[in-house]
């Protein structure tokens, strides 16, 4: 790495990106290009001989940007958001530059320590139970993805349960959750060899706003124990992916404890907004859970990847991941004297990513960061209101964060086109390319979610979606009455 070399280019960098930012609404939100587009414009091989910033940034413009779906667009009101600040940047460039690898204490003190601290402070802005900072038995970490949180936490309840009851009861072993639960459960027990029998799917429906009804729960589980199989893991989720459904924490995690299982809760997007007093009801129970996740780069200004997982025993996890190789014994490892977070996660490897989060809660502070979250959920308030003025709408579960779920109304209600019209109403508003917006399907229904979270986004541009749905709305009517 030659210094000089670094600071010349890594100025035109940053004054691309600058620029990339200045013109991010130039851009079709959504990318519409087609399979194997790259392929056409990129050469076969490597080059033999060194080329340009210059022409590579030139290639970036011409031929990757096309290729780009621009998740930081204010127009970007699909799925869940993908949070860049200027804060979470400069922290991502600082890890970058710095490139340690801080698998262990030793190979790289700071890294590991301001990890610990960092989410200290996080867990005391979301008023987590004492039990999970590191001062006690518990302890947070970063992981690259909720996906990878909640395998680690399937994998400690899985041989804490295994230790109980016999190595041979793993086909025994079940895991409960709602159907709203986000596919990475399902993946977790797929890894952690859960018997995919024994994986329980438990319904809602509209009577409970898609949460889990603990008396659901309970009943499974009691006809699960009659059958002598073993429930061990229940996963409940604050602000679900389809919909921000909210299970019940308490109630949830009191029959948990009762049936001595693991209880995790999953709150990838809306845990960001707990850090709000008027929020952080929708986390009360969380003191029944033994894991608590939430991902800062969704909803928290901390570009990708930063998913903090809290458990409230380190030394289960410890137990299902540590490995201890002579080639990384040292001496502070030895002498127990240190986390060592290879122990508490999937990879051995591992970035500074704590730079980033450190960055973001310094640089903004707790206040901004309310107001933050305050804003986008009066935008999507305020989108709710204009789609509940049209009739031809409605609006579908109510809204409880940034995220609205909504659908056009089929014509004469023939319900058997409502998932039609709303498929192609998706599709006319995205292929637009002013703004993107995603789907969801409760209850057989196809829903369209408006997910507000862009920092970028303002008043203007929530109005501005609005109209572009309304148009293609009274367009796909208009044919339809043809
Ligand atoms: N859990 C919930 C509630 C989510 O909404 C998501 C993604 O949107 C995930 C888990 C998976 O997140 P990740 O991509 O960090 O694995």
Known sequence: MDAEQLRENAHKMVDF????????ENFPVLSQVQPGYLHNLIPDSA??????????????????????????????????????????????????????????????????????IVLDWLAKLLKLPEDFL??????????????????????AARDKA????????????VVYASDQTHSALQKACQIGGIHPQNFRVLKTDSSTNYSLSPDSLAEAI???????????????????????????????????????????????????????????????????????????????LTNFDCSA??????????????????????KASQANMVVDYKDWQI???????????????????????????????????HFEGLVAQDLRFEVVTPRIFSLVCFRLLPPHNDEDHGNKLNHKL?????????????????????ILRFAVGAPLTEWRHVNAAWEVMQDKASALLARLSI
Not at 162 to 173: F, I, Q, T
Not at 433 to 445: A, D, P, Q, R
């Open 222 to 300: 009691s006809r699960d124990l009659t059958i002598g199989l073993i429930p061990f893991f229940l996963c409940a989720t604050v602000g679900t992916t389809s919909s921000t459904a909210v299970d019940p924490l308490l109630a949830l995690g009191n029959i948990a404890k009762s049936n001595g299982m693991w209880f995790h809760v999953d709150a990838a997007y809306a845990g960001s907004a707990c850090i709000c007093p008027e929020y952080r009801q929708y986390i009360d129970g969380v003191e029944e859970a033994d894991s608590f996740n939430m991902n800062a780069h969704k909803w928290f």
């Open 134 to 155: 590191s001062t006690g038995q518990g302890g947070g970490v970063i992981q690259g993805t909720a996906s990878e949180a909640v395998l680690v936490v399937l994998l």
């Open 162 to 173: 295994l230790k109980r009851v016999g190595k041979n009861s793993l086909e025994k072993l």
């Open 47 to 116: 080059p033999h001989h060194p080329e340009s910033l210059q022409n590579i940034l030139d290639d970036i413009q011409e031929k990757i940007l096309p290729g780009v779906t621009h998740w930081q667009s204010p127009n970007y009101f699909a799925y869940y958001p993908s949070n860049s600040s200027v804060a979470g940047f400069l922290g991502e460039m600082l890890s970058a530059g710095l490139n340690i690898v801080g698998f262990s204490w030793i190979t790289s003190p700071a890294a590991t320590e301001l990890e610990m």
């Open 309 to 330: 997982l809290w458990v409230k025993d380190r030394n289960t996890l410890i137990q299902s991941l540590s490995t201890n190789p002579e080639f990384l014994k040292n």
């Open 426 to 446: 998706l599709d006319d508003i995205n292929s637009t390319g002013k703004i993107f917006i995603s789907h969801t399907v409760l209850s057989g229904k196809y």
């Open 347 to 381: 990879p051995l490897g591992r970035r500074f990513r704590s730079l980033k989060l450190w960055m973001v809660l310094r640089l903004y502070g707790l206040e901004n960061l309310q107001g933050y979250i305050r804003n986008h959920i009066q935008l999507a308030k």
């Open 17 to 24: 990106i600058a620029d990339y930012y200045k013109s991010i």
